[in-house]
Nanobody, 128 residues
Framework: QVQLVESGGALVQPGNSLRLSCIVSGLHLESVAVAWFRQAPGKEREGLFC????????NYATYLSGRFTVSKIDVRNAAYLDLDALEPDDTAVYSC?????????????????????WGRGTQVTVST
């Protein structure tokens, strides 16, 4: 059984940093692409990044201006999302997902429907 468990979310003040983790069990992370998403209150889920099997990365949220960084360590079966210079608008539930196909060029409803496994997410709240 494939499971994804996100962790690392917290309540932080603006300007702080967080590292979110996505721990995968039930398959080898090196065999799939892993993506990070977030969903803010009252908004649709948006794709942030996707890392392919060969660690090729697609950035769907270039407007974040490099504040977020994605990585994965295959031997740990873990993917990470580093959030820097957090802003109140970054408040959201952050989740990871896996797909056996390559990372899509764009993150939209059609491509997002092809992710086979999803975690439940971890809450990030940025507030004073």
């Amino acid at each position: 059984q494939v499971q994804l468990v996100e962790s690392g979310g917290a309540l932080v003040q603006p300007g702080n940093s967080l590292r979110l983790s996505c721990i995968v069990s039930g398959l080898h992370l090196e065999s799939v692409a892993v993506a990070w998403f977030r969903q803010a209150p009252g908004k649709e889920r948006e794709g942030l990044f996707c890392i392919g099997r060969r660690h090729d990365t697609v950035n769907y949220a270039t407007y974040l201006s490099g504040r977020f960084t994605v990585s994965k360590i295959d031997v740990r079966n873990a993917a990470y999302l580093d959030l820097d210079a957090l802003e109140p608008d970054d408040t959201a539930v952050y989740s990871c997902a896996l797909r056996h196909s390559s990372c899509p060029i764009e993150s939209d409803s059609e491509s997002n429907s092809e992710y086979e496994y999803w975690g439940r997410g971890t809450q990030v709240t940025v507030s004073t």
